[in-house]
């Protein structure tokens, strides 16, 4: 089992920062591709980043690319997301989510991750 927490999320003026956390604990978190995605009102979820177990790869969705940076600390068992440049259409909640399968290569199918979070509203007002 692997239980995700994320906290950082709030309010924030179109082109303000937030970083996001997720902090994990169960398996070991180190050997885990660790993965992003959203949901906005009315909307399907969507991938925004992933990262491997080593920090070597990451994969952004072209919507953030730029913008928002993607990091982990094995030794904190900690990702964070650092959103920058925030737009009104960032606006979601957030989800933290782990898979437990792959090491190396990021999945953005969120059906490849096992274990979620349960979120954290980022809301970029205009």
């Known amino acids: 089992q692997v239980q995700l927490v994320e906290s950082g999320g709030g309010l924030v003026q179109a082109g303000g920062s937030l970083r996001l956390s997720c902090a994990a604990s169960g398996r070991t978190f180190s050997s885990h591709v660790m993965g992003w995605f959203r949901q906005a009102p009315g909307k399907e979820r969507e991938f925004v980043v992933a990262i491997s177990w080593s920090g070597i790869y990451t994969d952004y969705a072209g919507s953030v690319t730029g913008r928002f940076t993607i990091s982990r600390d094995n030794a904190k068992n900690t990702v964070y997301l650092q959103m920058n440049s925030l737009k009104p259409e960032d606006t979601a909640v957030y989800y933290c989510?782990?898979?437990?399968?792959?090491?190396?290569?990021?999945?953005?199918?969120?059906?490849?991750?096992?274990?979620w979070g349960q979120g954290t509203q980022v809301t970029v007002s205009s």
């Open positions: 989510a782990a898979d437990i399968t792959r090491t190396l290569v990021p999945s953005r199918m969120d059906s490849d991750y096992d274990y």
